[in-house]
């Protein structure tokens, strides 16, 4: 059987540091950090008083009023970067073949926020419960798809990924791999996520995931500095659309890359922390390369996990030194959570958008706030720190690993004919 080739037409991200692509694309080789004090709820109490939001959103500039109130934010943040990524791709769906068009999207945890709220509320009562009827399809994870389904009358696969911060890039896989083989002719995919409440920071804060940086909110998110001290908590969406390469070119579309190659592996180490000789990043690395039918030789640019941990930047390098070789040393490494903080659920989708512009563009986002160096790190390695570097890329790897020990790579390459 012939693999179909798989490219990416359209794009949407609404995100802690821009509400369409590209104002999140300027902002990244900007070096602008979307890191701020917390405004969704009273933090005084809290170890961590900062985070990355989403700013200026306003749900009823883009959904009706009584609709939005039927969704959790998760919800309308897929909805939103949905509708960019549709309008991008030139999408009329009354002239596709919808039966053949479905949505493959992401969450690591989905309505937090609509859980809290009627848990609270009937904390807060008689104990009669009284819950909202909408309590549990607001909260669901696959309901976000099932939204997006309804929205367009798109009645091809219609499912979640669910794998901690790896659950959007898992989605990508998932809507690669169902093109390739011909059970579709376009996905709808990437992943949301809407944690920025109590439950969320008070949650990460107990695990000590959490920066706590809260005199200088900027420059909390590290990656790779000596002084890193966790991960800041973001939110927000990223939407791509995936089609196969003979469809795309029957409707005319642009195609802004190739999607070549998806790995996936597990640590099988330990709930939270990552394995400390990146067995597991090497191997899903590793994984994804066979995939693409490429070698260390062809990848140019790699936007990594890099979540500002102490431990997993360290784990993470090491796969790439161990995997890549001598290989390692001609690369570009960035962590462009550095700036949005860390999507969880949603990171891979976001951060796949960053590979794809890369490529366009030939322009890698950096790393920033980076101050101090840390010799635990490989001094060769170029981790592209505080300014985006210009280069050709003709192949971009993108890194998402989560609590559980599940890791997920992707890969993109520029699009030849």
């Known amino acids: ?11 949407g991200a609404l995100t802690p540091i821009g509400n369409t692509v590209e104002e999140y694309w300027n902002s990244l080789l900007e070096g602008v950090s979307g890191a701020a004090p917390i405004t969704r709820f009273n933090c005084e109490k809290f170890k961590t008083k900062f985070a990355c939001e989403v700013k200026n959103f306003v749900p009823e500039n883009f959904l009706d009023k009584k609709e939005a109130r039927k969704l959790d934010p998760f919800v309308q943040y897929a909805l939103v970067a949905t509708d960019e990524a549709v309008k991008d791709a030139g999408l009329d769906f009354a002239n596709l073949n919808t039966n053949r068009i479905g949505v493959i999207w992401g969450a690591g945890i989905g309505g937090l926020k609509t859980f809290l709220d009627e848990v609270m509320n009937f904390a807060a009562g008689d104990g009669t419960p009284r819950f909202n009827p909408f309590f ?52 709808v995919s990437g992943g949301s996520e809407a944690i920025l409440n109590e439950a969320g920071i008070g949650g990460f804060n107990a695990m000590h995931a959490l920066s706590t940086r809260n005199d200088d909110p900027k420059t909390a998110s590290r ?21 196969s390469l003979e469809h795309a070119k029957a409707r ?13 592996s597990a640590d099988a180490n330990h709930i939270t922390a990552p394995h400390p000789e990146g067995l597991g990043a090497k191997l899903v690395m590793q994984s994804a390369l066979d995939d693409a039918g490429l070698t260390t030789a062809d990848i140019d640019y790699i936007n990594v996990h890099g979540t500002s941990t102490p431990l997993g930047d360290i784990s993470e390098t090491k796969a790439i030194v161990d995997l890549f070789g001598e290989d390692a040393y001609r690369l570009n490494i960035s962590s462009t959570k550095s700036m949005t903080g860390h999507l969880l659920g949603a990171a891979g ?3 796949s958008i960053a590979c794809i512009l890369a490529i366009k563009n030939g ?8 101050f101090t160096d840390d010799l635990s790190f490989d001094p060769k390695l170029n981790f592209t720190f505080n300014k985006a570097q210009k280069r050709n890329i003709d192949a971009a790897l993108s890194n998402t690993f989560g609590f559980g020990g599940h890791n997920a790579s992707v890969i993109f390459k520029k699009y030849e004919a």
């Open 349 to 351: 989708a976001i951060e």
């Open 1 to 11: 059987m012939e693999l179909k080739r798989v490219v990416v037409t359209g794009l």
């Open 223 to 243: 990656p790779f500095d000596l002084h890193r001290d966790g991960f800041v908590a973001g939110e927000g969406a990223g939407a791509l659309i995936l089609e």
């Open 363 to 370: 322009i890698v986002p950096p790393t920033i706030n980076h």
């Open 136 to 187: 549990i399809p607001k909260m669901i994870i696959d309901i976000a798809p099932g939204h997006i389904s309804m929205r367009y009358g798109l009645r091809g696969p219609n499912f979640s990924c669910v794998s901690a911060c790896a659950s959007s890039t898992n989605a990508l896989i998932d809507a690669f791999t169902y093109i390739r083989l011909g059970r579709a002719d376009m996905i």
């Open 252 to 264: 005319g579309a642009k195609i802004y890359a190739e999607i070549v190659g998806g790995g996936m």
